[in-house]
């Protein structure tokens, strides 16, 4: 059978950022009419991608802001989340986006300032504990703020590449420990470690993620970080080892700092991933995140997201429970906070 060369029009059915050319090949006798269905289903195609734009032109954006580095492992905790919330329903749209800075404080205000824009503040205990440091014009204020969604509590990880263990730290010798700020949570950690060790300086940094990578890169001796940080540094020549964590408990192998002679409330101090909004957001809107927040609580994707950080899940509290959950947690972070200096 005799065939003729056919090439055909841009394909209209994929993005515009992969435009394609197809090229076909068609017997004679049949090719007109082939051409014709392929250009009617191009047709389709478009039609069908309009109306696709339009149901969502009509979704409402909503915004989790996450107050830390990008590359984070706590990210995709509230990354996961906001995809499976857009599975489960039409009328919202939420992304996840960042905006690192003073402690989570940039965020805080950045929302504060933008009370019309949807906007949800996704952050640590470092929330509860910088007002504790700082004054409202350099942090945020904790009585405008009201918690929606608690997602997990975290063991947070004092980690090195130099050290295996603690036998190995010298005591006569400068050290110096990478936290993810001043006035937040590994700053705290970090000072229970360095009153057994008198020679150690507390170094900030803008997240765990640039604490552990300065340890790695042998700028610093010890990071505090996060058991999935150090995970990320599990390979190669330069690697981090945990040496302690957090709470009360023995995690992954991993014995907590106040049964290795470091002070008992290291055991209060495993960290929340949690969203929060501000007291002005309107009561219905609250309450139908919130729902969507907890249906999308309970799938696969989000709870797997906890795994590496091994982050416990808290995601189900009731709306009780979540109300007393934000005074217990400014209290007992307010109580962590005396007697710490920022020096």
Not at 16 to 40: Q, R, Y
Not at 92 to 102: E, L, M, Q, R
Not at 169 to 189: A, C, E, N, R
Request: charged letters at 20%.
């Amino acid at each position: 059978m005799k065939w003729v060369e056919q090439w055909a029009l841009w394909d209209l059915s994929v993005p515009s950022t992969t435009w394609a050319m197809l090229h076909t090949k068609t017997p004679v006798g049949t090719h007109i009419t082939n051409f014709k269905e392929n250009k009617m289903k191009k047709l389709l195609a478009v039609l069908l991608a309009t109306l696709s734009l339009s149901v969502s032109a009509q979704k409402e954006t909503v915004t989790i802001l996450y107050s830390w580095n990008a590359g984070d492992v706590a990210a995709n905790f509230h990354r996961a989340l906001a995809n499976e919330a857009n599975k489960l329903q039409n009328k919202y749209n939420f992304i996840f986006d960042v905006k690192p800075g003073a402690g989570g404080s940039v965020a805080a205000s950045h929302i504060l300032a933008n009370p019309t824009q949807n906007l949800i503040l996704a952050n640590s205990s470092a929330f509860f504990i910088r007002p504790n440091f700082f004054p409202v014009a350099e942090s945020h204020d904790l009585t405008k703020f009201k918690s929606m969604f608690p997602q997990c509590t975290a063991p947070i990880a004092v980690s090195s590449s130099k050290y295996k263990t603690w036998a190995e730290v010298p005591t006569d010798k400068p050290l110096s420990i990478g936290v993810s700020g001043l006035g937040v949570t590994t700053h705290l950690v970090a000072t229970q470690v360095a009153k057994k060790y008198s020679n150690m300086i507390v170094v900030p940094f803008k997240s765990t993620t640039e604490a552990s990578a300065a340890t790695v890169g042998g700028q610093t001796d010890f990071a505090v970080n996060f058991i999935g940080d150090a995970k990320q540094f599990s390979e190669g020549k330069h690697k981090l080892y945990v040496l302690g964590i957090t709470g009360p408990k023995t995690v992954d192998g991993i014995k907590p700092l106040a049964q290795q002679g470091f002070g008992k409330d290291l055991e209060l101090m495993n960290t929340p991933a949690q969203l929060m909004v501000p007291v002005t957001v309107n009561d219905a809107k609250f309450k139908e995140w919130r729902e969507i927040f907890l249906k999308a609580g309970r799938t696969q994707a989000v709870t797997d997201s906890y795994k590496i950080d091994f982050c416990e899940n808290n995601n189900q509290m009731t709306d009780a429970e979540v109300v007393q959950y934000y005074k217990t947690q400014t209290e007992n972070w307010k109580r962590l906070s005396q007697g710490i200096s920022l020096k």
